[in-house]
Every structure is written in structure tokens, then in C-alpha cells.
């Protein structure tokens, strides 16, 4: 009974879910049902479904020979239409996507060439600048693909200032203010750089210089700062070293006029002594021996003010009997020169 209730029920279920055209054949799948699962009644009722529909199918396929015909002919066209038109747009999202692959590829490829670009410039124009070449170093930076770069500016600036070594006023003010003028554009773009901070300090007093004693007083400690900062950032850097010495040793021989200046424009005035002078000459020079004929010189100087004439000798020798290459040389030679001649 429980079986031919559930039959019966499922039974009235499909018939709510079929059309009466398949009423019949639901009649024969409830019977069919007292004898066979769910699943298995309706494979029946599918497969007898499908004979019928085959059936009326075959009846009216001649009369619709025609409209089939047209129909087949439309659905050809569109068949071939269709496909076309999906490869076409496949083939311009392709295209698109692939332009898109290339251009990030392109981008890319250009970065590196423009880094690859810059990269030599530097590298020849350092070349050039050690060769004492400074007006060619100065041209080939200004013809760079990335002018902005704060590598480059800086270096603009050291070129323009030793190009002003050996040009007479006016002419050497505008080089010295136009070199400072680059060396404060690439700290302003990058203060975490040694090479940066040092070519300011050393402009900053250059230009300072210009503008009279009580300028170039008042930006002292500026010009300490920054060498300072550069040391920080590069304790091994000849060049910062020598730097930093130097303005130790300017402190230290301060005449007694400018001491005066300094102590009414500063409430505790900056000061430096030879042993700090020195300090800073011995660690350049260990740091890169013979680098710079200049640090022979002032490690000389500072030697004779702190009374060892030995070894004031031997550094004033080392510099006296340089091989001059340019102005720095020129002028280490011959200051060396004089004061040997008073030990």
C-alpha cells in the first residue's frame, strides 16, 4: 500500500509537470512505477518521450524541406558569420592584449637603456674629471637624457667650479654661483647622498666667499654641517676628510680680526684646532694614499704650526715635487716650495 501510494503520488506530480500531449505514456510510467525506482520510471518515460517526438518528427520533415532549406541556408551564413566575427574580436583583444605586453616590454627596455645611458655618462664624465678634462666632463653631462637626475647636478657643479679656477673675474663669480646653484637643486632632490652634501659644503663656502667675510662667517657652521654629513654617510672618502681638515685648520689660524666677527654673530662661535686638523688629514690620506697633492700640503702646514718640522718636511717635499696636472697641483707646488725654504 505504502509503495502504491508513493507510486500513485509521483505520478500526479509528473503529470503537473508535463504537458497533456504525455498523458498517455505518464499512465504507463506510474504502473511502471510499482515495479521500479524513481530513477529508473523516469529513464522509461524519457526514452518513450523521445520515440514519440522522433515519430511526429519524421511526419513533418518533408513539409518543412523548404523553410529547413532557407533556415539551413540563414543558419549556414550566420554559422560562418558568427565565428568570424568572435575571432575577429578574439584576434583585436589579442592584439590589444599583446600591444599592451609590448609596450610594458618597451617601457621597460627603455628604463634600462636610459639607466644603462646614465650610468656611462657618469662613469666617463668621473673619467674625464680625473683627467683634469673638466670643460669636456661640463659638456658631456649637460648633453645627458636625464638632466634632472641629482647624480648629474652635482656633478655639473664640480665641473663649473674647477672650470673657474683658471677664469678671471667676473667671469669666475658667475661659474662659482651657477656651480652652487646646481649642488643646492641635487641636495634638494637627494640629502641621503655623501657626494652630495660635500660638493654643497664646498660651494657653499666658495660662494659664501664671494659675498664677503662676514658672509662667509656667518655660513660656517652650515659648511660643517654638511661636511660633516658627508663623513657620516661616507666615512671613506678621502676627499671628505681633507675637507672637514681644512675647515678645522681655518678655524685654528683664524686671525684675530675674524675671530671678533665670529663671536658677535655666533652666541658659541664654531671652533677648530690643529690636532683636529690633522686628525682629519692622516685619516684622508690613509684612506687613499697620495690621493691629492693639496692634503701633502696641509698636512705640511699643520705639522709646522705644531712645531714637528720633520715630519712638516716631509709632507711639504712630498708636495713640492708633485707632477703638476692642474691648478691644485700648480698651487700645492708652489706654496710647498716656500715654506720649505723657511724650515
Known amino acids: ?14 503529470i503537473q509537470r508535463f504537458k497533456f500531449q ?11 512505477l510499482r515495479h521500479t525506482t524513481i530513477a529508473q520510471s523516469l529513464r522509461i518515460f524519457q526514452t518513450r518521450t523521445r520515440k ?54 618597451n617601457n621597460t627596455k627603455m628604463a634600462d637603456e636610459s639607466a644603462k645611458t646614465i ?3 657618469i662613469q666617463h664624465s668621473d673619467q674625464l674629471f680625473d683627467e683634469n678634462n673638466f670643460q669636456e666632463a661640463y659638456d658631456l653631462l ?26 678671471p673675474s667676473p667671469k669666475k663669480e658667475q661659474l662659482v654661483r651657477e656651480s652652487f646653484q646646481y649642488a643646492t637643486d641635487a ?17 657653499l663656502d666658495a660662494k ?35 675637507i672637514l681638515g681644512q675647515f678645522y685648520y ?35 690620506e690613509n684612506t687613499k694614499p697620495n690621493f691629492y697633492s693639496m692634503n701633502h700640503l696641509m698636512l705640511g702646514k699643520t705639522y709646522h704650526a705644531l712645531k714637528n718640522s720633520d715630519k712638516a718636511k716631509e709632507y711639504l717635499t712630498l708636495a713640492a715635487n708633485v707632477t703638476v696636472l692642474n691648478e691644485d697641483d700648480k698651487q700645492a707646488k708652489e706654496d710647498a716650495a716656500k715654506l720649505l725654504k723657511k724650515l
Open 187 to 203: 641636495l634638494a632632490m637627494n640629502d641621503s647622498d655623501y657626494a652630495t652634501h660635500k660638493w654643497y659644503s664646498i660651494l
Open 208 to 242: 659664501s666667499g664671494l659675498d664677503g667675510i662676514k658672509e662667509r662667517v656667518t655660513q660656517l657652521e652650515n659648511v660643517k654641517k654638511h661636511m660633516l654629513r658627508a663623513v657620516e654617510l661616507n666615512p671613506h672618502d678621502a676627499t671628505s676628510w681633507f
Open 119 to 121: 650610468a656611462d655618462t
Open 22 to 32: 504525455h498523458y498517455k505514456l505518464l499512465v504507463v510510467s506510474v504502473v511502471t
Open 250 to 284: 681655518g678655524l685654528a689660524e683664524l686671525p684675530w680680526y675674524q675671530r671678533k666677527i665670529v663671536s658677535t654673530i655666533f652666541a658659541t662661535p664654531p671652533t677648530g684646532t690643529y690636532e683636529e686638523a690633522l686628525e682629519c688629514f692622516e685619516k684622508a
Open 1 to 14: 500500500m505504502v509503495i502504491a501510494f508513493n507510486s500513485a503520488h509521483t505520478g500526479n506530480m509528473l
Open 142 to 167: 649637460l648633453k645627458c637624457s636625464e638632466p634632472e637626475s641629482w647624480e648629474i647636478k652635482w656633478r655639473i657643479g664640480r665641473a663649473l667650479y674647477n672650470l673657474s679656477k683658471t677664469i
Open 52 to 105: 514519440s517526438y522522433i515519430s511526429r518528427f519524421l511526419k513533418t520533415k518533408k513539409k518543412q524541406e523548404t523553410s529547413n532549406s532557407q533556415l539551413t541556408s540563414s543558419t549556414s551564413v550566420e554559422a560562418k558569420v558568427i565565428p568570424i566575427a568572435f575571432l575577429a574580436s578574439f584576434s583585436l583583444f589579442s592584439s590589444n592584449s599583446k600591444k599592451t605586453v609590448a609596450d610594458k616590454i
